[in-house]
């Protein structure tokens, strides 16, 4: 992302935690390549990236609905229960069953 792109520093910080999330959720799931050039050591690797995940789900939280609806999904993409664009969660409920 070009620096300056995202003038809402606010909404910049939120994508920075989404970017930072997704980074060390890949990097759980295979840290083969960081043990094989001695990147991690001798510390407990999993431990501090699981703590760091669960500081950025943290920080993410309250926002995480607001995120989610500002990418403007259509009801035909979003395979939820919760509802659809214009709240009828009853009507989405049955067309799920």
């Given at each position: 992302?070009?620096?300056?792109?995202?003038?809402?520093?606010?909404?910049?910080?939120?994508?920075?935690?989404?970017?930072?999330?997704?980074?060390?959720?890949?990097?759980?799931?295979?840290?083969?390549?960081?043990?094989?050039c001695g990147y991690f050591g001798?510390?407990?690797?999993?431990?501090?990236?699981?703590?760091?995940?669960?500081?950025?789900?943290?920080?993410?939280?309250p926002y995480a609905l607001s995120?989610?609806?500002?990418?403007?999904?259509?009801?035909?993409?979003?395979?939820?229960?919760?509802?659809?664009?214009?709240?009828?969660?009853?009507?989405?409920?049955?067309?799920?069953?």
């Amino acid at each position: 992302m070009i620096s300056g792109y995202v003038k809402c520093l606010v909404l910049r910080k939120h994508l920075t935690n989404l970017c930072l999330l997704y980074g060390l959720t890949m990097l759980q799931n295979d840290m083969l390549s960081c043990f094989e050039c001695g990147y991690f050591g001798g510390q407990n690797p999993k431990e501090q990236i699981l703590l760091a995940i669960k500081h950025l789900l943290r920080e993410i939280r309250p926002y995480a609905l607001s995120l989610i609806e500002a990418i403007g999904l259509r009801d035909e993409q979003l395979m939820s229960a919760i509802g659809n664009s214009y709240g009828d969660i009853y009507e989405k409920h049955l067309e799920l069953a």
